[in-house]
């Protein structure tokens, strides 16, 4: 069933006649309350899926919650939903995942992206490490963080997510380690000599947020590694094969999945 993200306030019963963001609701109560789609995916609707009126459909308010509805009209520029019916959604990880990706070269980010999000990625976070081949600048970065949110937007659609995964802004690699220590856990996979697997890592009981970093094609640099060491990130092995740097990160995330959900 087509599914559509649309910002919580367009759920929230308010009488009015726009409340921005492609949205508008003109009825506070329950069940027969009417959403009203509009810009890009009303015309994504309309035009490329060609719905018609009476065809089922899924509203999803970015906090966890789903709306089934059912269309009552199609204009050039609107869709009109009526919903019938509210549930949470099923379709989440446990734990708030963040994905600290270092960049990768060619296409290879939008590959990650995709199956990061279908993995159950909340939050993918393009890191500049010292053995990275592509770069980001100031003048290429809004082009390609804008593309990257495209292509997150379409795979959470597309695998039934309850929110849309953000692809943030490029960070430097220390800047990416801070920021990683805010969660509850964290840790780095690294090809290098380690202890630790994932097994060790992932605790028991689900962590309410949980970082992890992948290195480049190259891998992390020994200066890295050293770094993260003395700022007690754990490092991790991922088992007797080295993986590609497109192919650690949903290992990782199938390991998260299998423990905490399955």
Known sequence: ????????????????????????????????????????????ISKSLRMKVGEQIVLCDMRMKEYGGIIEEICDE??????????????????????????????????IIQKAV??????????QSERCIAKIDSSNADKKISRWQKIAKE???????????EVAAPMGFEAAIDCMKRDALYFACYEGDVSLTLK?????????????????????????????????????????????????SLCVLSDIGFTYEL
């Open 1 to 44: 069933m087509p599914r559509f993200f649309l910002p919580s306030s367009c759920f929230d019963g308010v009488n009015a006649a726009n409340i921005g963001n492609n949205c508008a609701s003109d009825s506070p109560n329950s069940s027969f309350r009417r959403v009203v789609i509009t810009g890009e995916d009303a015309r994504h």
């Open 78 to 111: 609107s869709v009109t939903v009526r919903i019938v019916s509210v549930s949470r959604s099923q379709s989440e990880l446990p734990c708030f995942v963040t994905l600290y990706q270092a960049l990768p070269k060619s296409d290879k980010m939008d590959y």
């Open 118 to 127: 279908e993995l159950g990625a909340c939050r993918i976070v393009p890191v």
């Open 155 to 165: 795979a959470s659609g597309q695998c039934g997510r309850g929110i849309i995964c």
């Open 200 to 248: 060790d890592i992932l605790p028991a009981r689900c962590p309410e947020s949980l970082s992890f970093f992948i290195g480049p094609e190259g891998g992390i640099s020994f200066n890295e590694a050293a770094y993260m060491r003395e700022n007690n990130i754990p490092l991790c092995g991922l088992g007797k094969r080295i993986l590609r740097t497109e192919t650690a």
